[in-house]
């Protein structure tokens, strides 16, 4: 009788799952999932994050017991429960996705380590939580691409392994003990409107988004308002969908629409691939510009307004207020937030990236860190001290200013350009409006900080 461990970690599905697929040739699986608070301490956890992963294990618990399994849990330090449950049930073999921040690499070596020296074998697998594995593409002297263009190039041309199928049966050894799978109402502090996780729902989100999505992806992709992306970042950050089977079904789907959607994927594996050769960029300066950030105590006033989304710039504020009420914000949302608090403030990158982490359900190291750089202008950027302007950007994609007037409610009566310029109203329109703040800052004042700061006069 042999028996292998599958330890899911950031890859919750039963569809298109490598490690799983290799562990049922075993004649009975132990599919694991450790809760470890080494992530705590790494700054993984956070309630919405929390939240969205109970209920991905709880459909990923019912997904394996339709198939005859159940889901092990687990609690404490990972390498020791994965030894222990391999002790147990004498497992030769353990399986996981391979994962790219420094938590993780750390956590594969010990591991390894440990169940070598029981004379058990890791085994990880590439093009789980990525669709191309970081290395398989390199520029000739460098062991990753510092810019997005030529990776996208290369990361086109491979050639994706095919999509798996979810098994059919998974027989788990009798006698294996487990915690309660955990649940989303035992959590508090959570964003109101926070999506719902697990692999069911992401599948059902990936289905309407062919039929009725993808399509004008494209064009509306930067819309504030309309609201038209496929929202299934945490989905691909807790891997209740897989990025190989997500560009296969898009290049089916075909169009500019899938065709852009394609390139926002590999956005995602570009940051990965930069974050596995550097794992320090989750805090360093991936190119430094030798800010000397504004110290955080004298700024004090000016964080709290942005992070409250009381900025008195409108757009600003109304994605900082998605972001509490969601646990997540558009695209566009966080460029224009990022750009402001980094640039227009003059504020380090880690103060905002440490906030969004706090909130954001679809959190990411790689995808978070490095987006974070890339606005700061310390990360990839090819144009670094580009600064986006709250008033035009807003003008341009949220024109009638509904996104405003949706997370704003003191601006709801405004209508565009009032809504994106509200300090311009006098007299009567202006005390109807006059619970919202006056702007932190004037823009040409942050622009002539920052530049001097750069020394870019
Ligand atoms: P869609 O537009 O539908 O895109 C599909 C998928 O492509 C996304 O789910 C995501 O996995 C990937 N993607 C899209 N844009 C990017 C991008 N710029 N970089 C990398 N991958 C991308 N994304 C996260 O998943 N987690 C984060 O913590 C995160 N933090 C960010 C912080 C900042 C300051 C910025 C500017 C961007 C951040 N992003 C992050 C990237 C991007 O904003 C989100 O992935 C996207 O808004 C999620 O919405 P969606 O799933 O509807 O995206």
Redesign the pocket.
Known sequence: MTVSIVLFTSDLRLHDHPPLRAATEADQVVPLFVRDPGVDGAGFAAPNRLAFLADCLRDLDAGLRERGGRLVVRSGPVVEEVCKVAAETDADEVHMAADVSAYAHAREVRLRRALEAEGRRLHVHDTVTTAVAPGAVTPAANDHFAVFTPYFRHWSDVQLRPALGAPRVVRVPDGVGSDPVPARSALTGLSPDLAEGGEERGRGLLTSWLRTGIGA?EDR?DDLAGDA?????????FGTLS?VELVHRARKAGGPGAEA?VR??C??D??RQVLASDPDTATVDYRTKRDVWRDERDAGEDIAAWKEGRTGYPVVDAAMRQLHHEG????RG??L??SFLTKTLYVDWRV??RY??DL?V????A??Q???Q??AGTGTDSRPNRVLNPVTQAKRYDPDGAYVRRWVPELASLQAPQVHEPWKLRGLDRAAIDDYPDPVVELSEGLARFKQARGLD
């Open positions: 992806y992709h992306t496929s929202r299934f970042s945490p989905h691909l950050h990025p959607f926002q994927l956005w995602r570009f940051h997540w914000m558009h695209n966080r460029l937030t990022a905002g990236a969004f982490l954001l679809d959190g990411d190291v995808n978070n490095l987006n974070w890339w606005m």
